[in-house]
């Protein structure tokens, strides 16, 4: 009896922090669709037909690793460099987001996959 007990504390735990956890990544996500509209990124880039077609976004969460996400956000320069792309106008470097804003956008990001 005290062993079901106890399982089923475990278990009564485990379903807590895990809603807790998924509670916080769409509240993160969330803040990165902010952050998204916020920076006026749909000016160059667009979201389920929402924005600059030229830089369509949908599945970059398939195509590109979240540190690469990140470099393309704060590195455009370089990351263009990198992948030889040739997008004009170049994508600038966007090394003013605070932290948690650009973690957040990021996770946005990542969410978009095909």
Known sequence: MRQRVFVGGLFVVFVSLT???LFAQQATIERGQKVYADQ?????????GKGNQKGALDGVGSKLSANDTRSWIVSAPEMAAK??????????????????????LVAYLQTLKK
């Open 40 to 48: 006026k990124c749909a000016v160059c880039h667009a979201i389920g």
């Open 83 to 104: 992948a030889k792309a040739d997008r004009k106008p170049l994508m600038k470097s966007y090394t003013a987001i605070p932290k948690e804003d650009l973690d957040a």
């Open 19 to 21: 809603a807790e956890g």
